[in-house]
């Protein structure tokens, strides 16, 4: 059984940073994309950023290029989002993912999904 588990999301302001944290466990990750994705209230579920499981290919959407890092502790097995200038814009559920079948950058193609761990930005 796999199951990933976010944690690290809260309140913080405009302007300020947070660390997502995705713990993996029950399968061998090596040779999976994890993905990040958020989704804000009455919004579609949207990519924010994927890696490689070697950390070595990494994507971004163009909202957060720039602010957001994706990284991967293999021996932890655990994928990290380091969230800085954050924007009450970013406020949303963020999830992360694993496994896609098609596309790196496609919510449906995924087929494991953490609980998600609430950002609020506030203004």
């Known amino acids: 059984q796999v199951q990933l588990v976010e944690s690290g999301g809260g309140l913080v302001q405009a302007g300020g940073s947070l660390r997502l944290s995705c713990a993996a466990s029950g399968r061998s990750f090596s040779n999976y994309p994890m993905g990040w994705f958020r989704q804000a209230p009455g919004k579609e579920r949207e990519f924010v950023a994927v890696?490689?499981?070697?950390?070595?290919?990494?994507f971004y959407a163009d909202s957060v290029k720039g602010r957001f890092t994706v990284s991967v502790d293999n021996a932890k097995n655990t994928v990290y989002l380091q969230m800085n200038t954050l924007k009450p814009e970013d406020t949303a559920v963020y999830y992360c993912a694993a496994d896609p079948d098609g596309s790196w950058r496609s919510a449906h193609d995924y087929n494991f999904w953490g609980q998600g761990t609430l950002v609020t930005v506030s203004s």
């Open positions: 890696t490689s499981w070697s950390g070595v290919t990494t």
